[in-house]
């Protein structure tokens, strides 16, 4: 069941969305996800999150359970706003007997992009694809990178204003990649809204302003980058020598013993000076300090962590529960 709720200045505003699937499957149980104009917005998790069964409900592939929301200012599946949006399947597939061009025509004729536009257009997307000498090669010829090229340039023919990717640099090389990084931030700078669905952190973490992370159908952690790794600051304080002895008195200051090291959660360094006096009063020689915030791939490995222990105490309750 979607329904329809006040319009609101995000590109997309879904509340408790929900789909169970036959056998009682529960691929989403309850996500909330906001995305705002002209961001590029991540969503990951590990597979079978429902990642790609959130990004399906929001393009009417599938039929949610439940949902409250909007995209682009309207109901979930409007087809105007439908018109608006540029999509690229996860695995998707194509014609093989088209070439590229003819694809591309073929693609912005089902969007109702009217035929004088259609070729320019196409000539520019396979020019910034780096595409433009295979354009009249047929598809079933071309490389799994060179798909995932096509794929994104058929998802930019009808000139949307949000933009749905789902894996897209999946089989892509290096300088594939860099080249499809560059063309967000051309097209973020443009006012598009882009949403990109991706298991690859790095990528994510060098354009996206605000992410979510998806584990076991539900958001673990939603926000800007800054944002999530802002309580994952820490001093790293490499040392000489045997730190056993001081083990209690570092602790109390807030600090743990690592092997060589004394790690000190945040960026106080009032806290960090009185450590190193600590440390050299007592003879050990200070190596290096390392000032450091988690990246997102830390982030999300704690996330899933997290999720995991929630998981296992949730279960013992209903365990007891039940008995």
Not at 163 to 179: A, S
Not at 246 to 273: C, F, P
Request: charged residues 25%; glycine residues 10%.
């Amino acid at each position: 069941m979607v329904e329809m709720t006040e319009m609101t200045n995000w590109a997309v505003d879904l509340i408790g969305v929900r789909k169970r699937y036959r056998g009682g499957v529960d691929a989403l149980r309850g996500v909330n996800v906001q995305v705002g104009q002209g961001e590029i917005f991540g969503l990951l998790g590990p597979n079978g999150a429902g990642k790609t069964t959130l990004v399906k409900i929001m393009m009417t592939v599938i039929r949610p359970s439940h949902a409250l929301g909007t995209i682009l200012g309207r109901p979930i599946g409007n087809s105007r706003k439908l018109a608006r949006i540029g999509y690229l399947p996860e695995s998707h597939r194509f014609p093989p007997y088209l070439t590229g061009s003819q694809l591309l025509d073929y693609y912005a004729a089902l969007a109702r992009v009217p035929r004088k536009i259609r070729k320019s257009r196409s000539d520019e997307l396979l020019e910034r694809m780096g595409m433009s000498k295979w354009a009249s090669t047929l598809i079933n010829k071309y490389s799994k990178g060179m798909m995932q090229r096509l794929g994104l340039a058929q998802a930019l023919m009808n000139d949307p204003d949000l933009i749905v990717l789902d894996e897209p640099t999946d089989g892509v090389d290096p300088m594939g990649r860099r080249d499809i990084r560059e063309l967000l931030l051309d097209l973020k700078k443009q006012g598009k809204t882009i949403l990109i669905n991706s298991h690859l952190l790095g990528e994510l973490e060098m354009v996206c302003d605000r992410v979510s992370i998806l584990v076991d159908g539900l958001v673990a952690r939603q926000g800007t980058l800054k944002e999530l790794t802002e309580q994952s600051k820490e001093y790293r304080i490499a040392v000489e020598g045997d730190l056993a002895p001081l083990d209690a008195q570092i602790k109390a200051m807030g600090g743990r013993l690592m092997t060589g090291a004394v790690m000190l959660r945040g960026h106080d360094s009032e806290k960090v000076n009185a450590i190193i006096d600590l440390l050299r009063q007592n003879g050990h020689m200070i190596e290096s300090v390392e000032k450091r915030r988690f990246s997102l791939e830390e982030v999300f490995v704690k996330a899933m962590a997290s999720a995991s222990t929630a998981t296992v105490v949730a279960g013992k309750a209903e365990g007891k529960v039940s008995r």
